[in-house]
């Protein structure tokens, strides 16, 4: 199983993630975010911080979820290198993340990432793994 | 490791468009279930047959259905298959019973297009242009992980949404006469500072005088060819090798905050409103709900601050020249500023009746004709520029709106080029090229903090915007006024 995957969208970059669980759909999917925006490899992991989200449904989650890594990308310079899901509902996500504060001195950077959209989102569950899609404004 | 899979969306079939002229396609409102109103194109066969590649024009049919859409759901030359609205789409509400879409403006609030006019010319230029693009892209941040020069304070940031071009100006970033061209001199009336969320302050605090990344840049250019010599003087466009300097960025962080708390709004009260969606990015409220009113104001604000960051970039942008050329040459003037992502209050004629509209414009120009009160006085006797970014590779243009679009678009004008590849598909495509030097080898100096994604943004991703200035200007909505061709890129 693929973790993460884009697919092709003609303006933006469409991003599939997988898991087993839910908690690792929603991990694979912050790992496939940060992947666009800068080479993981070069990420250290002194950074902790507690991230939480909210949204109306599961799949709306997802997009609250990528919104919120992409403020505090802005906001403290933060990238996500790991994460742990600590509590998922409905409507309600807690992770503790750590990672590394970006600095295009340091790391390989690549394209910055506007926004995640509610634009074809999508959320399955297969027998044994669940997949979402998500189109990222870049 | 991320990989690219292969997947073409479905497009739309020419069987559902009607062609009314050679450079307008009707999309009839019986085609799809809740239009309110027709879909309009405006393409050429050779571009439309590009358009119908992917889910673009089932987007523009999507809008038709929203509440209190009047005339027809538009689409420009340039359009493509965006998130919701589709980038290059056009819908006007009526103010007592339609919607305004965060979706219909886009993330990027005030997205926008400024043309500097430099005194000097391409031979001038050309021993300092290595020195010019290496201190461009150094006092320019651009790219991921940059912070700005300037460090706001809350109260600082305050006067920025509220006043947007003449903060930077009143604060020594910028000339007192750049505010009478720039669109809307520069700040959306109406705008609320504290409409805006701490986050999206917060994302703003440092962000003031920042390029951003992807299709944003900087380009140092040279007239190619002059069309309308007359228009191009007052435009302060002299003759073919002047320098010319495009910049292409918007809100930043601030605005795609905006819009995502909005959306969040928009998407729970859908149901109080009691509006069914055929997509959840078109999420929507009542312009006269309260949601609706403080989306506005919020809107209005980032776009304030858009205005102000291509104000501040304008001025590193002076300095820089200051510092490479010294008394060789006066630092650029600005010719316009125009914004491409915006949703606007404005008063048109629809039939018989004259009706105050919301306009959004997502990926197209306002183009305002001659003699509109709405172009600054410079331009009033010609109409205010339209620009047209093109690719790295080839050329852009400037246009001028026309009576024409006045009456059928609501006076807007594309936008650009339009992508024609997925990112993915120009890698695939350009893997092994190093973009940087084929441009140098012809002449074009390349600064980018990504140089290994330039593919991403290179001439094969893009549709050749020459054929949206044909297909523009043969539906009558633009005129061709010059057109430049870049000699430096700057990328985030």
């Not at chain 2, 799809?32 to 024009?57: E, F, N």
């Not at chain 2, 993915?424 to 030097?437: E, S, T």
């Amino acid at each position: 199983m693929q973790p993460f995957e884009t697919f092709e969208h003609t303006a933006d970059v469409g991003l599939i993630e997988r898991g087993h669980t839910l908690e690792q759909v929603f991990c694979n999917a912050a790992a496939g975010l940060v992947d666009l925006m800068v080479d993981p490899e070069g990420l250290r992991e002194d950074v902790h911080l507690k991230v939480t989200a909210e949204a109306a449904d599961r799949a709306g989650l997802l997009v609250a979820w990528l919104n919120e890594l992409l403020y505090l990308l802005d906001a403290q310079g933060f990238v996500p290198r790991r994460c742990r899901v600590v509590e998922l509902r409905d409507t309600m996500l807690a992770a503790e993340v750590s990672g590394d504060t970006v600095d295009p001195a340091r790391h390989a950077v690549r394209r910055m990432i506007k926004a995640a959209t509610y634009h074809g989102l999508s959320l399955t569950r297969t027998d044994t793994t669940w997949e979402a899609k998500v189109i990222l404004d870049v | 490791m991320s990989v690219d899979t292969e997947r073409q969306p479905q497009g739309h079939g020419s069987s559902s468009l009607r062609p009314l002229d050679p450079y307008r396609w009707e999309i009839p409102s019986d085609y799809k279930p809740g239009m309110r109103v027709p879909g309009l194109v405006y393409a050429d066969a050779a571009l439309l047959s590009q358009i119908q590649t992917d889910q673009a024009l089932e987007q523009v049919a999507n809008v038709a259905t929203l509440p209190g859409i009047v005339g027809r759901s538009i689409a420009m030359p340039d359009i493509h298959w965006g998130y919701g609205f589709p980038v290059g789409g056009v819908a006007a509400m009526r103010l007592d019973d339609g919607v305004v879409s965060p979706g219909g403006v886009g993330y990027d609030i005030n997205c926008g297009v400024r043309l500097l006019a430099a005194s000097l010319s391409h031979e001038e230029i050309a021993p300092h242009l290595r020195a010019l693009a290496d201190r461009l892209f150094k006092d320019v941040p651009s790219g991921v992980g940059t912070r700005g020069r300037l460090r706001l304070t809350q109260s600082d940031l305050d006067e920025v949404l509220a006043h947007g071009a003449a903060w930077a100006v009143a604060r020594g970033l910028g000339r007192p006469e750049d505010l009478a061209r720039i669109e809307s001199e520069g700040a959306i009336p109406g705008a609320a500072p504290d409409a805006v969320s701490q986050k999206a302050r917060t994302r703003g605090l440092e962000q003031l005088g920042t390029l951003g990344s992807g299709n944003h840049f900087l380009e140092v250019q040279r007239v190619d060819e002059i069309f309308d010599p007359a228009t191009a003087a007052v435009f302060g466009l002299r003759h073919p090798g002047q320098i010319t300097v495009l910049i292409h960025s918007g809100s930043r962080g601030l605005g795609h905050q905006v819009c995502d708390d909005f959306l969040t709004v928009c998407d729970r009260a859908l149901a109080r409103y009691h509006i069914a969606l055929p997509d959840r990015q078109l999420a929507c409220v009542p312009l006269a709900a309260p949601e609706g009113r403080s989306y506005l104001a919020a809107m209005a604000a980032a776009a304030n601050f858009a205005f102000a960051n291509r104000q501040v970039i304008t001025h590193w942008i002076r300095e820089a020249w200051d510092a490479v050329l010294g008394t060789r040459a006066a630092p650029p003037d600005l010719v316009y500023d125009v914004a491409h992502n915006m949703a606007k209050i404005e008063e048109h004629t629809v039939g018989a009746e004259r009706l105050r509209l919301c306009v959004h414009r997502k990926g197209a120009t306002r183009g305002f004709p001659a003699g509109h009160p709405d172009v600054p006085a410079p331009y009033r006797g010609v109409g205010h520029p339209v620009f047209l970014p093109g690719d790295m590779g080839r050329y852009s243009y400037v246009l001028v709106g026309t009576s024409r679009a006045m009456e059928e678009t609501f006076g807007s004008t594309p936008h650009g080029a339009g992508r024609v590849r997925s990112r993915g598909a120009a890698r695939r495509l350009l893997r092994g090229v190093d973009i940087a030097d084929a441009l140098a080898a012809r002449g074009i100096i390349v600064r980018a903090a990504s140089r290994g994604l330039l593919a991403e943004e290179a001439s094969e991703a893009y549709k050749d915007v020459a054929d949206v200035v044909r297909a523009s200007d043969g539906a009558g909505l633009t005129r061709r006024v010059a057109r430049l061709r870049p000699v430096a890129v700057i990328k985030g």
